[in-house]
Antibody, heavy 121, light 107 residues
């Protein structure tokens, strides 16, 4: 059974960089797309972007200028960096495995439990 | 981007009753729509993909239907473990987007 677990600081100061790592267990990170998705308090889910195991990425245009997703296949991990954060970036951040894809357009069939990140001074 | 509107926001039902959840898209998403279930403190779970296909291990009481802009998730007879929040998601247009969710609560 594939399992994903998000890790990283739960509190980030405004204007700094939010960094999270997703560790994949129970399966290889190879040959899949891997996404980050977030949900601000009281709001809906927002897809942030994905990375293919080979390293190719694609990001939501609304966040593209501030987002970097990277992968470390040797550790079976992928990571999210979000720069210049504000209070609006406070959210539960989920990592997920993508499946049922067509040209990178996917659904997510395995998700982590989520990590709450609060942006506050 | 495509906006997905789910209704109702909250559905109050008793175990054994039928639940009907709606997801409407701001433009056609063809047949590229999925449904997820999320319970407090748990990872979201993919239930249905491409409108009507059950994901691995999903019970037959969950079914999906629709096309174009109007979609429905039906739970034929609610089990106690089905009380949760349900989200729809489209992958037809870039970027993929989600609905705001429908909470199915115990009446």
């Amino acid at each position: 059974q594939v399992q994903l677990r998000e890790s990283g600081p739960g509190l980030v100061k405004p204007s700094e960089t939010l960094s999270l790592t997703c560790t994949v267990s129970g399966g290889s990170i190879s040959r899949y797309f891997w996404s980050w998705i977030r949900q601000p308090p009281g709001k809906g889910l927002e897809w942030i972007g994905y990375i293919y195991y080979s390293g190719s990425t694609n990001y939501n245009p609304s966040l593209k200028s501030r987002v970097t997703i990277s992968v470390d296949t040797s550790k079976n991990q992928f990571s999210l960096d979000l720069t210049s954060v504000t209070a609006a970036d406070t959210a539960v951040y989920y990592c997920a495995r993508d499946s049922y894809c067509t040209s990178g357009s996917c659904y997510s069939d395995y998700w982590g439990q989520g990590a709450l990140v609060t942006v506050s001074s | 981007e495509i906006i997905l509107t789910q209704s109702p926001a909250t559905l109050s039902l008793s175990p054994g009753e039928r639940a009907t959840l709606s997801c409407r898209a701001s433009q056609s998403v063809r047949s590229y729509l999925a449904w997820y279930q999320r319970k407090p403190g748990q990872a979201p779970r993919l239930l249905i993909y491409d409108v009507s296909n059950r994901a691995t291990g999903i019970p037959a009481r969950f079914s999906g239907s629709g096309s174009g802009t109007d979609f429905t998730l039906t739970i034929s007879s609610l089990e106690p473990e089905d009380f949760a929040v349900y989200y729809c998601q489209q992958r037809s247009n870039w970027p993929r987007t989600f609905g705001q969710g429908t909470k199915v609560e115990i009446k």
